[in-house]
């Protein structure tokens, strides 16, 4: 079974009855459901500064989390000793929120679904120390070979190997080995003694060492990072107000995480505290939009096997043709709901409850040329990059933070313009979406999403996209 | 195990780390035990409570560094973190900077700090559910508006934190928080909003009532009930204490040794310059006992202590640890900062703006025509270039008066105008979190919307 095959029976000795027994005193003082969540993380990463490889540091995490369900309710504890007192007290302080005799029938203990998205054999976290020091090295040369103006450069890999085992009291045991590396350069550059620029970019996903030998090398990472710098070194203060705004494809889908996906989270609408909230069937895009969100693709940073409840992930149809079709849901959103999980159930670590959370969120390619895009536009900004972004999830309202924006003027790309938040309004902003591209493009595998302080990692993509009207919060 | 065994360990760690060859190792063990329930429309929603340990080492090899940790305080476990941080060490380079501070350096601050309550692990609880709960029900209450919520929350921690190294330090700390806090929603027509108050304090005794929680809680998303989208324009800005708050932190990233020698920042070899608006001293304290900025010693075993960073407008001392000291040809301010292993970076103790002597109320009755914030969302200041947008919520001020709420637009301009351009400071400066600031005024920004 799973369980055999795990790190925690092969390496701890954990057994079914183990398992058995520690459901059993979760619901010892009654509730609906109880699950189990053992992590083992081995993490490794690597900077460099200056040239210099100024730290390395390997770590080992190991835990488990017991959760007790009862109506609404939620119970949580979790031990970082894998000691059978341990988790047994664990248990009975997670049940704590229960009472009265447990709705759970006994069952026996049985595999989930198989299947592997990141057939990875080796994991990077496996591998040499000198194969992973080299790549921060190649980066560091890179970006100080790429321009003359660069004069700092940092550079940073991370990888970490997650065994994860999940044993829910309906019965089902799932283990998952989830790989992760990523890698990423920040470079600084200045001319005729002016104010320096950053520039930065990065990627990784669920993937070997060979992703940054073969696919994405340092030296990408590199030269992009710098080639931002550069860009910005002659950017003017960005414009301020109402205007078009085009998105380049990419890392810009950022836009449909902040301004849509957090608030199509099922446990913000089974509250009714998102403005999404009670509103499937209605338009919330124009025609033009249809966005997905899909934990299955092979190798990428969002995706996973299983989510952290053991539930399959799939492919989540959340907007079709500007319609509002489904939320992500957990599992006890999905309980409360009468719905089915969505395999959207993910936690940052042991220690954390899990709730709804994007995977890969996107927005399936349209039909125009790019170029006629931009040239449609007399008078907007074109977006290539963002840092980051929030949302108010209850108003709806979201910003972002454009790094690399151009002004668009009688449709052309023209100069580069300064960092900008931009800021709309989640069910309005995508009815402005007039054009869409036929290039859809994923992010290069560098996202980190937050929510009520819990990281995970995901990816965006998305295709070159028009919205006609949008503010911008520049200066000029 | 008791405080004195985990110094115990954390001093054969060291030791390990000696006879495995590093000619310097720190050793950090931190263990925490958190409790946290929320409740939601008045029934507990989530309710989690458990304990961590965990133990981090880093050694140098003459000047090559290596750091590890693991939460396996077994001998086995902490063996291979000795091994693990001592391989590492082979992989980096040479720093001609790397090293612990000078023995004549280390010391803790004597006396009691007030960063610890015992009565914070004696909390039971059913008693911490209806903190929670009261608090909750305070704004729910409060008006008929407000239908729904996010909850109430109630949240208490303890940690002991010890730290050892190869140069004769050897000390440990406990401390204790809790903090309460709303999160109501407001419906009115089509719109929704939502905001929150929260109050931490090391016990219970320190914090705000549940009611006054809810009430303020409650009183903030009523406000905000309404918003419109103004007219895209320059107006004076006032930031409200707890978005004021942001502002210091900007300006730490601004002022903190790594961005200073990365050349991160835009006041990279400004000391002595001024930088800000005569009205602007801004000081780090981490010695002010009871205050969640305060420790007796950073996290390389170097006293906390107070460092004027801004006086009247002058920029006096960047904020430092042993490396980026050494980088720059300076002392420790004792601001070392890390988690559980790795370098250390740095981070601030109390880090406040000093308080004027107009209200908030007078600013405000200045101002013919302005934005008074109250929230910033999104992430838009880079302190590499000063360059600085942010998404707000607020109130419109008009003939000195705080009229309509404003949502959806931004304020705009840079860290090095904004500094300059403060015109007032407020009265009100309140030591809630690591950071403090009271209500600041600037001359002009730019506000996008419409």
Sequence with gaps: MGLSESIFAQKFGITEQDLQSY??????????????????????????????????????????????ISGERTGYAYSDDLEPDKIRKAARVAGYIASGPSKVEKTGLHDGPKRNLYPVLTAPTEMSLAERVDLVLRADKAARAADHRVFQVQAQYIDNLRHVLVATSEGVVTNDRQPMARMGVAALARQNGGMPQRGYSGGGGRVSLDFFLNEKTPEHFAKEAVRQAIVQLDAIPAPAGE?????????????????????????????????????????????????????????????LNVDDEGAPTQKNLLIEKGVLRSYMQDKLSSRLLHAESTGSG????????????????????GESDPEDIIR???????????????????????VFSASETYLIEDGKITRPVRGASLIGNGPEALKYVSMVGNDLKLDEGIGICGKEGQSVPVGVGIPTVKIDRMTVGGTA | MTQTDLEELAGRVIKMAAEQGATDAECTIAESNDFSVNVRMREVETLTEAGSRGAGLRVLVGRHTGSSYTSDLTNDGLRFMVHSAMELAKITTEDPHAGLPDREELGSLKGDLKLYSDSVPGLLAPDKINWAKQAEAAALDFDPRISNSEGGSFDSHTGLQVFANSRGFLSSYRYSSVS??????????????????????????????????????????????????????????????????????????????????RHQSFLTGKLGEKIASEKVTVIDDGTIPGLFGTSPFDDEGVPSRRTVVIERGVLKNYLLNTYTARKLGMKTTGNAAR?????????????????????????????????????????GVNVVTGDYSRGAVGVWIENGELTYPVAEVTIAGSLQEMLLGIVEIGSDLEFRSSTASPTIMVGEMTVSGQ
């Design chain 1, 23 to 68: 459901l059993a005193e979760a619901l010892s003082s009654g509730g609906d459901y109880a699950d189990l969540y053992f992590e083992y993380v081995s993490t490794t990463s690597i900077a460099i500064d200056e040239s210099i490889i100024k730290s390395a540091t390997q770590g080992v995490s190991l835990g488990v989390g017991v959760r007790v």
């Design chain 1, 243 to 303: 205007m078009t705004v085009v998105l380049g494809p990419g890392w810009p889908g950022i836009l449909l995480h902040e301004a849509v996906g957090h608030g199509l989270e099922a446990d913000f609408n089974r509250k009714k505290v998102s403005a999404f909230s009670d509103r499937i069937g209605e338009k919330v895009a124009s025609e033009l939009c249809t966005v997905i969100d899909d934990g299955t693709i092979d190798s990428r940073r969002g995706s």
């Design chain 1, 346 to 365: 993910r936690r940052e670590s042991y220690q954390h409850i899990p709730m709804p959370r994007m995977t890969n969120t996107f927005m399936l390619a």
């Design chain 1, 376 to 398: 449609s536009v007399p008078k907007g900004i074109y977006c290539a990059n963002f840092g980051g972004g929030q949302v108010d999830i209850t108003s709806g309202n979201f």
């Design chain 2, 180 to 261: 309460a806090s709303a999160v109501p929603v407001a419906k009115e027509a089509d719109e929704m909003e939502r905001d929150y108050w929260v109050s931490s304090a090391r016990d219970t005794a320190g914090l705000e009532k549940p009611e006054e929680i809810g009430r303020r809680a409650a009183e903030r998303t009523i406000r905000r009930l309404g918003a419109k989208k103004v007219a895209t324009q320059k107006v004076p800005i006032v930031f409200e204490p707890r978005v004021a708050r942001s502002l210091l932190g900007d300006i730490f990233d601004a002022i903190n040794g790594d961005a200073i020698y």
């Design chain 2, 339 to 379: 988690g559980i292993t790795g370098n250390p970076g740095i981070s601030h103790g109390n880090f406040y703006l000093e308080a004027g002597d107009r209200t908030s109320a007078e600013i405000i009755r200045s101002i013919p025509q302005g934005f008074y914030v109250t929230e910033l969302i999104g992430s």
